[in-house]
């Protein structure tokens, strides 16, 4: 059964960066492409970043454009998501997805992890 593990979340300030990791079981890795998405309260689900299957196309939401590189390692089945400049409206539960396809729409992700939260500070 394919699972899917997130890791690396927790509190920053303003500015700083942090490093989240996804580790994926129970499937074949480099079959999948793999997303980040973001929730905050009371809000909808929200795409952050994808990567394909072999890591050769990215596709990046304009809000994180610039400070959020996603990258993956199919040797380890593990993707990360590295975050820098962190602003206060990037607090929220961080999702890894893996999905057939290079999207950016939720309902095309075929398994999930559990969440990690990242919360910024001022």
């Known amino acids: 059964q394919a699972q899917l593990v997130e890791s690396g979340g927790g509190l920053v300030q303003a500015g700083g960066s942090l490093r989240l990791s996804c580790a994926a079981s129970?499937?074949?890795?480099?079959?999948?492409?793999m997303g980040w998405f973001r929730q905050a309260p009371g809000k909808e689900r929200e795409f952050v970043v994808a990567?394909?299957?072999?890591?050769?196309?990215?596709t990046t939401a304009d809000s994180v454009k610039g400070r959020f590189t996603i990258s993956r390692d199919n040797a380890k089945n593990t993707v990360y998501l590295q975050m820098n400049s962190l602003k206060l409206e990037d607090t929220a539960v961080y999702y890894c997805?893996?999905?057939?396809?290079?999207?950016?729409?939720?309902?095309?992700?075929?398994?999930w992890g559990q969440g990690t939260q990242v919360t910024v500070s001022s």
């Open positions: 129970g499937l074949t890795f480099s079959n999948y492409a």
């Open positions: 997805g893996a999905s057939r396809l290079t999207t950016a729409l939720v309902r095309q992700y075929d398994y």
């Open positions: 990567i394909s299957r072999r890591g050769g196309s990215r």
